[in-house]
């Protein structure tokens, strides 16, 4: 299959172009589109034949839900049959946003969507390509992150190209999302607020709005309810290890393992803070990533898939990446790198 790579503006996107990309769609065939949170790999939702696709393209388990992308309330209510009051908060305050809600399903979704489950999980995304194609298309798109399943998820077109180039028909390139962690999951349907997926919008930033908000812990025999909760996820080619400590002592503990690394012919790379950088550039790495600083979980969200894809690219056997601390953003951020490393974690 030939891909086309189309580069798009991301402010004001040229109307040939989602255009382009609506035919894809309302014909049934896949398009890679940016949204703030990561790029979506997008088919007709309504459609179970096109969402199968998907599943197929990715090598998606089919047990494990996708999102549902709208432009409109409108285009919402037609998939969701009741909206809880918890659930009309978020809407006001978070949307269009990084914020993904669980609500009951109406006939018209898919079971293929929703994993067969009684839930639809649905978001109005914030980028203006993104809300521009699918209201261009006319249509709710069903979207994971454009990416082979389990790998970093995209956060640029040129991750998008590097995983899918040959199995889809279109990608809308406008460069790197803002927010680069993927929404937050929130079960909404009654009672207590649920995380689902930390992401984008932070627990603390729910709980001013809706006051108390519960953090879903998943078992390894749990029925998935969102994307994100039981496979493993975001991983790059190389072992992967995640250290967590007082700095100095993940700085030389990181040193070793480069030491060792290259005694076994090795290639190392590093994920580590601003603050940490100049004393682990002088352990020469092979490959030194400076995510962002420790005081600013913002810069280090928007630069983490992009530090997975170049230890990727760069050939790593080996990545040293160094955690941050929870809560706010954070919590995300330990999420998606505590998945990337198969749950390999140095508490140091």
């Not at 309302?26 to 703030?36: C, K, N, Y």
């Not at 590097?162 to 937050?184: M, N, P, W, Y």
């Not at 030194?288 to 979980?297: E, H, K, N, P």
């Amino acid at each position: 299959m030939l891909t086309k790579r189309s580069y798009i503006d991301g402010i004001h996107p040229e109307a040939e172009l989602l255009k382009e990309g609506a035919e894809w769609l309302r014909s049934g065939e896949l398009v890679a589109f940016p949204t703030e949170t990561v790029y979506g790999l997008g088919a007709n939702a309504l459609d179970a034949q096109a969402c199968e696709k998907i599943f197929r393209v990715k090598g998606r388990p089919q047990d494990n839900p996708l999102i549902v992308h709208v432009s409109s309330r409108a285009m919402a209510n037609s998939l969701v049959g009741s909206w809880s009051p918890e659930a009309e908060l978020c809407v006001e305050h978070f949307w269009p946003g990084p914020l993904t809600l669980v609500l009951p399903k109406t006939s018209i979704v898919p079971d293929i969507v929703t994993a067969g489950l009684a839930n639809v999980a649905v978001r109005m995304p914030s980028h203006p390509v993104a809300l521009a194609l699918i209201e261009e298309t006319g249509l709710p798109i069903a979207a994971p992150s454009a990416n082979l399943s389990g790998k970093p998820s995209p956060t640029s077109g040129r991750h998008v190209w590097r995983d899918l180039k040959g199995k889809i028909h279109l990608i809308l390139d406008a460069g790197a999302c803002q927010v680069g962690l993927e929404s937050t999951v929130l079960e909404v349907t009654g009672g207590v607020p649920t995380i689902l997926r930390p992401g984008g919008i932070s627990k603390e930033a729910l709980e001013e709005i809706l006051g108390e908000v519960r953090m879903n812990t998943p078992t390894e025999s749990q029925v998935p309810k969102a994307p994100g909760m039981k496979y493993r996820h975001y991983a790059p080619q190389g072992e992967m290890i995640v250290m967590i400590g007082h700095q100095e002592r993940v700085i030389q503990r990181m040193g070793q393992e480069i030491y060792k690394g290259h005694a076994r012919l090795k290639r190392v790379g590093v994920l580590c803070t601003l603050e940490s950088a100049p004393f682990l550039h002088n352990r020469l790495p092979d490959l030194l990533f400076v995510l962002g600083s420790r005081a600013r979980a913002d810069e280090v969200a928007s630069n983490l898939y992009e530090g997975l894809h170049l230890c990727d690219e760069r050939g790593m056997d080996i990545i040293l990446a160094e955690g941050i601390e929870e809560g706010g953003l954070g919590t995300a951020i330990m999420n998606r790198l505590q998945k990337a490393a198969g749950h390999r974690i140095e508490y140091i």
